[in-house]
């Protein structure tokens, strides 16, 4: 399933058994649930302010702490890689979590956009600062939509 966004298609569905939400069009073998569709159908309307109801993908013990972590950011907050490594049980890790956001492959379910710099700023998991880069473009765009949203 391509799901057609303001900011760029996402691709939601199964490979390999493994759900996946990712950006762009990618090719999948099975179709995402109905449950998860439409709360990605409903994520997008501006209606949903509750986490995503899907079990963490496969990864390390660190990485899925780090996406459960993740998870628990509410709605239209932030927070630093920093605080993310300390909710995930290892404060001096926040260069291991940019790995693990990296790796998160269910973007808006696993909100990873929720995560930025110790400065405040947007700022990418592989480093990226420019905030014209396709990254940091679509973070705003999706922080600055739950902002809208928890404000309606």
Known sequence: MILQTNIAPISVGYNNNTLICKFGSHKVEREPSKVIAAQLADYFAGNKTTAFTCELPDGTVFTRKCWEACRNIPFGETRTYAELAKSAGSPKAARAVGQAMRKNP??????????ISSSGKLHGYAGTTDPQC???RRKHFLL????????A
Do not use: A, Q
């Open 134 to 136: 396709k990254e940091l």
């Open 106 to 115: 269910l973007v808006i379910i696993t909100p990873c956009h929720r995560v």
């Open 144 to 151: 600055s939509f739950e902002k809208g949203i928890m404000k």
